[in-house]
């Protein structure tokens, strides 16, 4: 790993203040070379087949550096395709393609009406004998210019949630076409939607089985949640770093700064809480690698982890004044990209109602969406040992 961390640090120092500093695309193809963009892809990928626990040092310098680096360590959202039990020859063409940093892959779920709510998704991908005719919108995509694949969640059977399902779209399909979306932040990809009109997708094109979409994405984003939880805790640590630079060095009133002790406390504070969630990081990351069940571990990194971060670059700026406000510095980036992942791949809130929900039972948090009819079974609402449930 130290050789690969070297590569990364080294590539920072060359490319600070030109215009690839933030394009994960240009890192990636610069460090194609020393295995980076495969290191979470199977050996017989081309890949290193690093664990969550070592990959999850990687997404923390990237977010160390800046948080729109955080595509530059492994495959990133084509490791859904490898949750499958079979990946056919295309699909394999693929991962090994984006190993190499010649392919790149993004992941449209989102659409005008359902967001946080996946089941309400109404983009159709209809079976037509030889394969599957695609239509629909999709919104708030990221990836998407640089992306030579789609990744699509699509129902097969109109208003049959159980039918959600997942299909790689080549971007250049006949029928799809793209458009942009300002964002405040994490520019170093793009964002926008995507439209599809009347999309061939061969069998082949199809993840795993018709129904599997919900799967797909749950093995999916428990990797990638704790994946952002540490580009966030590197993102806040950064942040932090250059506060401590500061209190050391700016003088006012007759001294420095740092020895005001309420920005002592802060930095504190924010020190503990990014160590603290750096810990879950690590926790969640471990559960992935032993095989046990980490969905709501991390859901809870995540919300934690980027709200830490959030509050603690937030801090940074304040420490900084009126420098800490002026672009000349990163912290308002660091802030505003923090503020993008609090909502991509699952909002702070929703996580935390995940979390929740581990503890109350599913049936308070089916009311609560009204979803009474999918209650799987009544739970007491007596204290139960939450570590001991997630086994
Ligand atoms: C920077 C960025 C990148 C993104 N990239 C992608 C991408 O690549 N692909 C893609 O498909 N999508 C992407 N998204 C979209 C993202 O996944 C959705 O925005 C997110 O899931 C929330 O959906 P929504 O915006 O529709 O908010 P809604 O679902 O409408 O929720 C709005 C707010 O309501 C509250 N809320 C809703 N439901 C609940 C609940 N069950 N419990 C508690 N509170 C709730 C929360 O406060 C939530 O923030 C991206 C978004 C951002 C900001």
Redesign the pocket.
Known sequence: MIAEFDAIRSLARQLRGTSNWNSPIAWRKKLASHGIPGLDAPLQFGGNNFSATQMVEFFAICGQIDLDLRDVPGVGHARIILQQEHINTVQQQIISRVVKSEDFV?????EED????IRNISTLALPNGKGYILNGE?L????LEQATHIIVFAKVIPSHYETISAFIVPIHSPGVNTKAID?MG?HGVS?GGVSFHDVFLPDEFRLGNEGDGFRLFSDHFTYWRIAMAAAAVGCGRGAVNQAIDYLRKRQAFGGPIGRFTHLQQELSRHISHLHMTWLLVLSAADRLDSKKRAYVDAAMVKAEAVEAALDAADWSMQVHGARGYTTDLDLEKRVRDLK??R?????T??LR?QVARELLGDELYDIS?GRQTYTRHSVSLFPRNFWDQLD
């Open positions: 993004a992941v449209a779920i989102t359902a967001g946080s709510d999709k708030y995509v990221a990836r964002a994490l964002f993008g992942l909502v991509a791949d699952g909002a809130d929703v109602g969406l």
